[in-house]
């Protein structure tokens, strides 16, 4: 096991965090949630797809989870996870983690060619599950069934459907590749990563192998883990600027002593942040995941709240990027189970009973 | 003056005065008989009379015309007026009280600055003597109702060659003046409760200053003393408040409810009750006249829970939706009128807006506990020559 | 209902503190517990029974709870209350609560003539019952059983038996007085209100009358508040005394930023347990008292905590009173019922269930 | 130097050394042969060679004899042996390092004092020079061994009229001269694992002084940085550390739990896992000569965790008990062979201990995270005019 980075994947880094300093800063973020702002609903457009495709097709992150001999980059989960923590610190709206990661691992079993089309970025799917859902309760929110091969029902909270070209619709233990069913994003609390209600009426589907939906999301929530860890370190990336440069009573307030001591514990809460993430990434073990869940989803909450709460007044407004991060961070306490959903399932994972 | 007396008043007031007829008619004659706010002097609204005896007045008056928009008029009735009585000219109180008070003119408030929060007596917005007026150019936010005041209560630096507390003074400004511009102010949740406000070359006259030139910072004391006893409070009924709506949903969704989430609801619902009793305790000092320091902890504990409460019922909810992001102005928080996303993200404020938790613990530890001060480094610097 | 604090009670309070800033300063209390420290076990003469006869006899604290008939001073819960909270603040080592609050409150409904002499403080009784036990579990720790008049058995973990000179013994709804069982005092954790292990062998026992045990310990839970709320009240003040006159880095470290705000919040911490004191004195409902005990508990403890490592290495030393404060407030947490026991409680109480 | 070359090396010594022999003159053969320390220079126990070499060591000669009661030499290999390595004359390295090193002479150190705990530096034990002799009078306290040693490591004050930081010296205190006292110091825990050291009249020859007049502080910086290397590390395993007997008895114990402290519960073992994990990631940082910062948070993590494993540990086993309070002198911290109530007071000292956590705290925010410090007000003030 290691806990480090190698230096593929710091070179992967760098590829990744120059990109996104270019052309996804906080305020062209900012500016993408701002496009209709007298409408209460956002318009579909907050993804980047231009973004996305430099991301998916120069640095090649979309195949990443694909082997190479389906036309992917065979590279492991730890690298994905990189590439996590740089989209979260950027909130970068882009469908690397539906598309790339759990459309992606629902369809690698199968080796089904979508795969290549998604592992060069040509294509863009969505694995059609709410994002409440967790490994302990794959199928909340959903009710799809299927008869002759047409699907109907619903599922609500998708996370990544309105920009995906297909859809993946796990199904009695099946998964289904739809293409044209009604995808209506609802107002979402994280306005960086929309989630949509998808209704299918006898909606024509293509049947592409087994798949396993709790392993699905077991994986993708290690992985989120890494997100989150992202997230996090903006958040005390930035509030550690800003107190270093704003002052009051004609000091930084970086050097008052009760901001210092949080920071120091919330760097603190950090550092373990990033050795949970790691380890959920190289040993995705239900065990490591559900750690790394019920440790790093609440981290990176509290690093949002606290560098709202120290930025003060203009923490507040809409103009500082803070709030997206929040919203984030708020999204994925809640997103494939919360804190104590893991802490739960390490109940037994780890034989500390409940009561009888 | 006693209950009964004030009683005769009210009643002798009623016999001259019609309440079915003209309303803003009723509420200036309201005004002139002192019935306005009975422990404001004779002659400006009041009749000089215990502050507590106004409830009697209310009581007496509840059946007849009110103010317009009594969230909007919060600001000149708690924060401009209690000002002007202190420390205005004849003339100022004369012109300024009885439209203030009968909501013809709607008041705000010039305080804080982009650089200036926490640490308000650092404000960099400038006056200028010109004359008999004064030329004022800076940046304000934080303005709740900026864009329907007659009038605000204005803080500028008049002299920056002196340490930051000594430099300031006190005016009321025309919100018509040229040079004033309101925005709104697009908080997290959407939409603008509040607005900046920018000033560019508008000219005051000399006699809307309130107080002397160079003390604007005492002044403004009265008016944040106003501003610190309006906020606090909290629910009178076990279980009311923030938590009301949690457990609410709790009790109606037996399908979301989990071990970890039972035991945290445990806790904020006692943390809620002891915190409810502390206000109740609070009052019974006050009614005892006994009132004890407990109140200044009042808001830091509001905050912390309905932060803590509203980002609880979301996981609870698991609710990764929003009921409306639409950018408007609103008026006033209604907590309880919108969703739980809604709630969560404007609870956020709860621990900046009217002195941030951090300056509140501080107030605390030095007031109340006499805990010893940090080291000064701003006391005796010229404001021009702070570090900022 | 009133929160306040009576004239009675403030006078009441002043002859309790003028008497033990006298009798009971924290040094005498430190003496005590250190009488022999090269043994395991404590001697059994922790109790001050001097002082205990002046606060009985002469400031009558003794029969507050004893109706004016009965021998009596007739006084409220609240003025018992007060009285706590001042021995709280002593960690007095007298057997007031378990003596002139438990056992005479089991007695009460008896109307026995035992009552007049727990009033006068001729003599003193322990209620048989576990420390450990709670109005929701009021037997733990208790196997008596009774046969002709007699009793057998063993009840662990017994405060004030060492020092009673009547055991009341709760058996199947029924209690018992016994003299001369054996009481064995166990190193405790609480160094100022040792436990005791207490055994019958066909031990005779006079029948005294019904017993509801259960109501008998809500009542003291519901008191213990208040005595939880005095230990608080000395840990804060101490502390506050400590950290405005100990200098290190040319300062009061009372003026560092960190600790100004720790001890702002221990103190609106402590203000809300004065408030559920109060109201669980005045009101004894099972809602008042389980909301008091789960949040005063924890007050006390983190006070007692706080208070330790504010004063550094001097707060380890067994020379500072501070350790008595902090076993007293663990020792409490744990008595009578745990805040967990009392919120879990509370679910049921005010209509907050569990999951199904 | 290699890992070969050091295995020759112990070859050659053992060729000619028989671990079965006495075991004293066999660590004194194995001191001079270089085989001690051997990132030491030669002479002085090493043979200059890499640092992790010594494992190799470590390893050849695992079944040798080694230095008894180890424990009680952890001050002098640990603090005394780098700083007089650094700081020492040749005359003082060839006296003591050997000795220390074999256990024949314990040491102890004379630093922290009843009024200079996190500040250090305001010490307040003087040394008067007298001729060729130092006279030392003061207190010194949390001295563990004291009263096994035969030497110490002592910062005392020469000078009070500069600022506190510029006025100290360093000396080796001879723990047998007269005006030496040891007392133990009973601990809450109800024994006394250190000792108060008072110091009258204490004559030290100035060949006991180690670095300059003067320069005692840097001196101390050297013994200093090597205790904060020595605190941290944590469990190796899953499941490990403080959580494991807590865990234990969970098992053994199902008439115990309750929902409030199973939720608590694996939010401590979630928390015990991912801090081993951060230590886990540590080491490989080390091993891979990639030191990062997170060290400097270990010990504050491992403070806060124990303390909370513990005091989880006595409500859950409603542990009223306590194992023994008889005062006796402990030689080391046996959280595992004590009572749960040990554990949860003894834990108690881990956040103060070896540097507070709030002095820590402030570590972390300004030498990892950049956080500007605070005003100081001691910098250029005579020691002799501090307030305390």
């Known amino acids: 096991m290691t806990l480090l980075y190698s230096e593929i994947e710091e070179e992967l880094r760098s590829s990744v965090r120059d990109l996104l300093a270019d052309r996804c800063p906080p305020a062209a973020v900012l500016k993408r949630v701002e496009s209709d702002p007298y409408r209460g609903e956002l318009l579909n457009s907050v993804y980047d797809l231009d973004l996305w495709k430099t991301l998916a097709g120069e640095i090649g992150v979309a195949g990443l989870l694909v082997p190479e001999e389906l036309g992917g980059a065979g590279a492991t989960a730890s690298e994905a996870a990189v590439v996590l923590e740089e989209l979260g610190r950027a909130v970068a709206p882009v469908p690397f983690f539906t598309s790339s990661v759990l459309a992606t691992r629902a369809l690698l079993p199968t080796r089904d060619a979508l795969l290549g089309e998604l592992a060069d970025g040509r294509r863009t799917a969505a694995l059609v599950v709410s994002f409440t859902a967790s490994p302990y309760a794959p199928s909340r929110g959903a009710s799809v069934t299927v008869d002759g091969g047409r699907l109907s029902g619903t599922v609500t909270g998708v996370a990544g459907a309105d920009v995906a070209d297909v859809l993946l619709v796990p199904v009695d233990g099946d998964l289904y590749a739809v293409e044209g069913a009604s995808v209506r994003v609802a107002p979402s609390l994280d306005l960086t990563r929309p989630i949509a209600t998808v209704t299918f009426d006898r909606t024509q589907a293509r049947r592409v192998g087994a798949c396993d939906v709790a392993a699905v999301l077991r994986f993708g929530a290690g992985l989120l883990a890494s997100e989150q860890l992202g997230v996090a370190e903006w958040c005390l990336d930035t509030t550690l600027a800003y107190v270093k440069e704003r002052h009051q009573f004609a000091r930084p307030i970086g050097s008052f002593q009760a901001i210092k001591h949080r920071l120091a514990d919330l760097w603190l809460d950090v550092v373990r942040a990033r050795a949970a993430a790691r380890n959920a990434a190289s040993d995705p073990s239900s065990i490591s995941v559900a750690v790394a869940q019920s440790w790093n989803a609440g981290v990176a909450l509290h690093a949002a709240e606290e560098a709202l709460q120290l930025h003060g007044g203009i923490g507040m407004t809409w103009e500082h990027p803070v709030h997206l991060y929040l919203k984030r961070a708020k999204a994925t306490e809640i997103a494939l189970g919360t804190p104590g959903d893991h802490r739960e399932a390490l109940a037994s994972l780890v034989d500390v009973p409940g009561p009888e | ?388």
């Open chain 2, 1 to 388: 003056m006693n209950e009964a007396e004030i009683k005769e008043r009210v009643a002798a007031f009623l016999a001259e005065q019609d309440p079915a007829g003209d309303r803003l008619e009723f509420l200036r004659a309201r005004f002139d008989a002192g019935l306005a706010w009975v422990w404001f002097p004779e002659g400006y609204g009041g009749l000089g009379a215990p502050r507590e005896l106004q409830q009697v007045v209310e009581r007496e008056l509840a059946d007849t015309p009110r103010q317009l928009h009594a969230g909007m008029l919060a600001i000149g009735l708690g924060m401009a007026a209690p000002t002007i009585l202190t420390f205005g000219t004849e003339e100022q109180k004369r012109r300024f009280l009885r439209p203030l008070w009968t909501g013809e003119e709607v008041w705000c408030q010039l305080f804080s600055e982009p650089g200036a929060g926490s640490d308000l007596a650092t404000l960099a917005t400038r006056a200028v003597r010109d004359g008999d007026e004064w030329v004022v150019d800076g940046q304000k936010v934080w303005t709740s109702g900026a864009h329907h005041s007659r009038w605000a209560i204005l803080v500028a630096r008049t002299d920056p060659d002196v340490p930051k507390h000594r430099g300031l003074t006190y005016f009321i400004c025309d919100m018509q003046a040229p040079g004033v511009e309101v925005r709104p102010l697009r908080q997290i949740t959407g939409e603008a409760e509040f607005n900046e406000v920018f000033l560019t070359g508008v000219r005051l006259p000399d006699d809307l200053r309130l107080g002397a030139v160079g003390d604007g910072w005492r002044v403004a004391q009265t008016t944040l003393m106003n501003e610190r006893v309006a906020i606090g409070g909290g629910p009178a009924r076990r279980g009311g408040g923030m938590v009301a709506p949690v457990v609410e949903a709790w009790r109606e969704h037996p399908e979301l409810r989990t071990h970890d989430l039972h035991q945290r609801l445990l806790e904020l619902w006692v943390e809620t009750e002891v915190t409810r009793l502390s206000g109740a305790r609070l009052r019974e000092q006050l009614s005892a006249g006994q009132p004890g320091p407990e109140g200044s902890g009042m808001k830091l504990s509001f905050a912390r829970l309905n932060q803590a409460v509203t980002g609880f019922e979301l996981e609870f909810r698991r609710d990764l939706g929003y009921d409306d992001w639409a950018f408007r102005r609103s008026e006033s928080v209604d907590f309880y009128g919108r969703g739980p996303g809604y709630r969560y993200l404007r609870a956020k404020g709860n621990s900046i807006e009217g002195g941030t938790s951090e300056i509140l613990r501080n107030i605390v530890a030095e007031r109340v506990l006499g805990l010893p001060s940090e080291p000064r480094v701003d006391k005796d610097v010229p404001w021009k020559d702070l570090p900022r």
